[in-house]
């Protein structure tokens, strides 16, 4: 399977705890986008990176929230002291440079569950 | 504030039944336009994008959807819906200069057979 995945897929935790998904990219697609999705809602933009710079936060990050993409390949999320309005689907996208830059690519997204 | 709205949050239908779903932006100038759509426990896929030129966009699995930019309006139709176009649909909208994607609520369509 060459599209792009997440892991885990499921993520059950307690509030406070600190949890980080992964997501890997279709390869060569240098540009990888966070979004998160709450029911009954369209996936919100979170950050984005071209290559390995973050270019743009939602402020819907705060500051416990994190994103990296270290080598311009896989990129992680990570949430500390989750709250329970955190939980959510938590969306990873990717998508070519060039013309095409604009058509993303979703994965299956991580499902987070803060008790 | 600028959004992307669409109209229907449910759409129940009998299958051969002819789908529309609507879809309205506020941003102006240049807009890039796409629908994706959700099945039962799957992932995101692309339908159909609108970039430029003819205004009437064909998809995958017999979607199409016209661009009305006088109307700032991209709204999907298929003539005769199958069971397996169960899903929910989403109109997004991204901008050259942009990042992101700006994503409408969805609407959830239900075919019965």
């Known amino acids: 399977d060459t599209g792009v995945s997440q892991d885990p897929r499921h993520k059950i935790t307690k509030r406070g705890q600190n949890v980080t998904f992964r997501c890997d990219p279709i390869?060569?697609?240098?540009?990888l986008y966070w979004y998160r999705q709450t029911l009954g809602q369209g996936p919100e933009f979170l950050t984005y990176f071209q290559n390995e710079a973050q270019l743009e936060k939602s402020r819907l990050l705060s500051d416990r929230f994190s994103a990296e993409r270290p080598k311009g390949s896989f990129s992680t999320l990570e949430i500390q002291r989750t709250e329970q309005g955190d939980s959510a689907m938590y969306l990873c996208?990717?998508?070519?440079?060039?013309?095409?830059?604009?058509?993303?690519?979703f994965g299956p997204g991580t499902r987070l569950t803060v008790l | 504030a600028q959004s992307v709205s669409q109209h229907n949050h449910h759409v129940i239908l009998s299958e051969a039944a002819s789908l529309e779903l609507g879809c309205n932006y506020s941003?102006?100038?240049?807009?890039?336009l796409f629908w994706y759509v959700q099945y039962p426990g799957q992932h995101l896929q692309l339908l159909l994008k609108?970039?430029?030129?003819?205004?009437l966009v064909k998809g995958i699995k017999g979607f199409e959807a016209e661009f009305i930019k006088s109307k700032f309006s991209f709204n999907l139709r298929k003539p005769s819906v199958q069971w397996s176009d169960t899903a929910e649909y989403f109109c997004?909208?991204?901008?050259?200069?942009?990042?992101?994607?700006?994503f409408g609520a969805g609407t959830q369509v239900v075919v019965t057979p």
């Open positions: 941003y102006g100038g240049t807009v890039n």
């Open positions: 609108y970039f430029s030129g003819d205004p």
């Open positions: 996208a990717s998508s070519p440079s060039g013309r095409n830059y604009n058509e993303q690519f």
């Open positions: 390869s060569e697609h240098n540009r």
């Open positions: 997004a909208v991204n901008r050259d200069s942009w990042g992101k994607f700006q």
